[in-house]
């Protein structure tokens, strides 16, 4: 590498994929998702997140999301803004598969997979709480629990860095 020129970190690059990838899709004709076949209403949240790192430079992302399951066993959609898939997790307790188009990631767990997916650690199980309205506390995190009758919550990790803002918006 030159003086003066940055190296791209690989979340980095992942993240500019899915970036990519969500564009790209909006060009594409793809089938609408629906509400999986038998899905428990309390276990089933659909709506909007975004996820920001405080890194050099900033990280921004954002989706729609289809999540049924648990921490557990589930199944999450990334959806483009007119409903097409982007991509598909699903994971059990053994194992946890990312499939965007022909591409397939896999990783021993969900939480690997979306550390390796987002370059940060997220609160997986914390998080299922937090959608189901329990303000579980995690360590390094402050979870805004204010907005959660109306379909809204924020996270925010100040330790270990990068600094990172989980929004949620839920379709209600």
């Known amino acids: 590498m030159k003086p ?7 979340p980095s690059k992942r993240l500019a994929g899915l970036s990519l990838v969500s564009w790209l899709s909006l060009a594409l004709a793809g089938c609408a998702t629906q ?7 309390a276990a089933f949240w ?4 975004g996820l920001h790192l405080q890194t ?3 990280q921004n992302w954002s989706t729609s999301f289809e999540l049924q399951g648990s921490a557990g066993q589930g199944q999450m959609l990334l959806l483009s803004p007119i409903g097409t898939t982007l991509a598909r997790l699903s994971w059990t307790p053994q194992s946890a598969l990312l499939e965007q188009g022909q591409d397939k990631t896999e990783s021993r767990n969900l939480q690997s997979l979306s550390q390796r997916l987002t370059g940060t650690h997220l609160p997986i199980a914390a998080l299922f709480d937090w959608l189901a309205g329990l303000a579980t ?5 402050h979870v805004d629990m204010s907005a959660h009758p109306q379909g809204r919550l924020t996270a925010r990790r100040h330790s270990p860095e990068p600094e990172a803002i ?4 839920l379709n209600r």
């Open 35 to 41: 509400r999986p076949p038998g899905a428990d209403p």
């Open 137 to 141: 506390e995690v360590p390094g995190w």
């Open 166 to 169: 989980l929004r949620i918006v």
């Open 56 to 58: 050099d430079p900033p």
């Open 46 to 49: 659909s709506g909007r997140l």
């Open 4 to 10: 003066g020129e940055k190296s791209v970190d690989q």
